[in-house]
């Protein structure tokens, strides 16, 4: 046998090792939101591509997200200030003047222009959304829809329901069901804002009837505007803002919102698109396309900057930006955050419910442990320098119970697709929320298959929304009936509400050949906190 010498053997051993694997930083894609153009707003003559590339070869930005009005999509013209003017100006009456056609097809036209401005070799993506706008209620932006829609023809003007129940319907039924949104300058686009110190108690729609929450809504409502172009929307006082600030008011009404920062520009010919000047949201953890970014933001994994050259680190218990953890009462929480690549040095405030400042950070950064508490049910970082916000970051949400597990749960950890799990994040579940469910004993076989509803009376302790469903217990005690179906009007503390319930076919086909020994009715009560209750009555049928 041939000998080597220890030492190569010694040199041989070390080669075979494999190499160390460095550890990987998630990436932080800066880009830009809320974009007009000559398709709605914008100044005459511009159209979506020219902020498209604005974004990418001007500014060197990772993406942008467009935000057309939709009130404007089907119209050709231009609707900026300067059309408003006598006689009207004649670059107004054809919205883009580079392909004069797509003026009759601006939603589409949008999307192809969006796609033909992404390019992977120069690090860009572009993706769609438009602005519903309602005068009433306010603005939303929305993302990644195959539809779109508007206040003035869908019936949101009357009530916010109209726009969830689209939010939530599936794009094969027309809806958005496939699209993301975040709410738009909190307290500055609707007619009660225009008042000085007006707000819910003059007008029940104002900011998105007080920022009511729906909780079949809330795993595509994943922002809310800390910062419009360069103004804060988060802080008190600013915009008719109640104490706590609008963030943390949308929170503390039950939303999964995070921070985004939105540039809104395009209306004045001397805008720049893209500039650093300008609000950005910076998405983390994804790579630079479409499909990765959409799941980055359904996670809460962004956050919004005034700085444009700020980047932010947060977690609990090290947990990122948009978790969800459920935690014993009275765990030691650690939270840390770093903020890094600004020459100026960045001081850090820990927001929690009631928008509470509970620690402080300084020299970008924080280092701190609290207590899991019910009354501090999510934190979110205000980065600022010297007096002046420059940053916020998406909450992480945290359900302090008698009893939990002790990992933590990644965002929509809750057990549902989406995120949306049990609303309010607190996992606590109100038995007398539901205060009544009345329903008939015994019904008739033949009546119910003629009539095929039935109908129930519902009474909340609280403002509640209500979600029902009919079916029919068969030989084995198995449901057959639809899943519970989102009532669209919410139902108010005390009042008494009668449910028509629907029986699905699938029921009837049961009823009809004599399956079913009884009638179910289900129902689901959530509040304002996201907290839920839930009831069952069973209903004997006679022959």
Partial sequence: MRRFPVHLLAVTAVLALPAPVAAVEPSHLIGAMHEHSGYSDGWP?????????????KHDLDFLGSGEHSTNADIPAVFNEECYEEPRP??????????????????DATLEQAEAATDPAKGFTGFRGFEWSSDRNGHI??????????????????????????????????????????????GDKSLCGQVDACGPDQDPAFNWEDFRYVPAADPQMVGIEVFNGQSDFASPPHHFSPPEGWYARALDRGWHVGAIGSEDKGHKRTDDWGASTFAKTVIVGASNNRSSIKEAMRRRSFYAVLDNDLRIDFAVDGAAMGSRL????GAPLQIRAQGRGTSTPVTFELVTSGGRVVAEGTDGRLDTRRAAAPGERYYFLRAKQGPRVVGYSSPIWVSATAAASPGAGAPGASGTPGGAGTPGASGERLRRLLAGLGAPRRVGRGALLRGRSLTVAVRCSRNCDLSAALGVRGRRGRFRGPRLVRVTRPLRAGKRRLLRLRLGGRARRHLRAR???????????????????????????TD
Wanted: hydrophobic fraction near 35%.
């Fill in 326 to 329: 459920d935690r014993r009462l």
């Fill in 515 to 541: 399956a079913g020994r009884s009638l179910l009715v289900r129902v689901r009560a959530v509040d304002a906190a996201g907290r839920q209750d839930r009831a069952s009555r069973r209903i004997r049928l």
């Fill in 141 to 186: 932006n929305v993302y990644f829809s195959q539809e779109d829609t508007n206040s003035e023809t869908d019936g949101s003007f009357g009530s916010m329901a109209f726009f969830y129940g689209w939010l939530t319907r599936s794009p094969a039924f027309g809806g958005g069901g496939d699209g993301l949104a975040h709410f738009n300058h909190p």
């Fill in 90 to 107: 004649a670059d107004c009456l054809i919205a883009d003047k580079v392909n004069p056609a797509d003026s009759f097809r601006k939603w």
């Fill in 45 to 57: 003559g511009s159209r979506p591509m020219d902020y498209f590339l604005s974004a990418r070869d």
